[in-house]
């Protein structure tokens, strides 16, 4: 087994709980549409909620991409608000960067900043996710070499594009990365498909659900240095 060479990282529900930040985000946009276009509230929350279904289903190209799919929600609620394009377009784009702001504003789950600043010294840690979070506004530029996400690579989780191209940006064989992840299928058995090894984060001490075991497991993040070390040298 090889040693390791590069830790990439999934971010919501592993450096940070990104229930309570969506609803927090969501809170901030809608107090900025309250305040600049209170028309919208004649779609409101529920015709908001159900046009991100329509979007989802008429145009599933740009369901991987969470800026795109809420831009467009947001554009066509204005639009029914009554707005031209232009000007559906323009509050679209200042609704979307006050949620994006406090969707960045995150509360590191204890023992992650340290940890990354530990492990930043020994290993290059590239970001892996779905979502739509930014290192760089969330505060956590400093530890990562690069970002990956499914709005830049094309495609999400558990598809194994993100692993890939973060594995030929380093430049290394996959059995010398390890994934770092909450999401069983999503990051631990999509990483071991293209043959890294996988560390599970499971903070709620879950029973796990598939048939190939993680490769290691923590549930406090302070466990992980630990870990990494272990593994180097397997």
């Given at each position: 087994m090889s040693g390791v060479a590069l830790l990439t990282f999934d971010l919501d529900n592993t450096l940070w709980d990104v229930g309570s930040v969506i609803v927090q985000a969501e809170a901030v946009m809608t107090d900025w549409l309250d305040a600049?276009?209170?028309?919208?509230?004649?779609?409101?929350?529920?015709?908001?909620?159900a046009l991100r279904g329509e979007v989802a289903r008429v145009q599933p190209e740009i369901c991987h991409d969470l800026t795109a799919l809420r831009l467009e929600v947001l554009r066509l609620t204005l639009l029914k608000a009554g707005l031209d394009e232009a000007a559906a377009v323009a509050t679209a784009?200042?609704?979307?960067?006050?949620?994006f702001a406090a969707r960045n504003t995150v509360t590191l789950f204890d023992g992650v900043q340290s940890s990354l600043a530990l492990l930043a010294e020994r290993y290059p840690l590239y970001a892996l996710s779905n979502g739509n979070a930014d290192i760089r506004?969330?505060?956590?530029?400093?530890?990562?070499?690069?970002?990956?996400?499914?709005?830049?690579?094309?495609?999400?989780?558990?598809?194994p594009r993100m692993f890939e191209q973060a594995l030929s940006l380093a430049g290394i064989d996959a059995s010398a990365a390890i994934h770092i992840g909450d999401h069983p299928e999503q990051d631990i058995a999509a990483a071991q498909a293209v043959g890294m090894r996988?560390?599970?984060?499971?903070?709620?001490?879950?029973?796990?659900p598939?048939?190939?075991k993680p490769d290691g497991v923590i549930r406090h993040f302070?466990?992980?240095?630990e870990l990494i070390a272990r593994l180097h040298v397997r």
């Open positions: 600049n276009c209170p028309a919208w509230q004649h779609v409101g929350r529920d015709g908001m909620r784009r200042g609704a979307f960067e006050a949620f506004r969330a505060g956590l530029a400093g530890y990562f070499r690069h970002q990956l996400s499914a709005a830049s690579v094309g495609f999400a989780k558990p598809h996988a560390i599970w984060v499971n903070y709620s001490d879950s029973a796990w598939l048939a190939q302070s466990e992980l240095p």
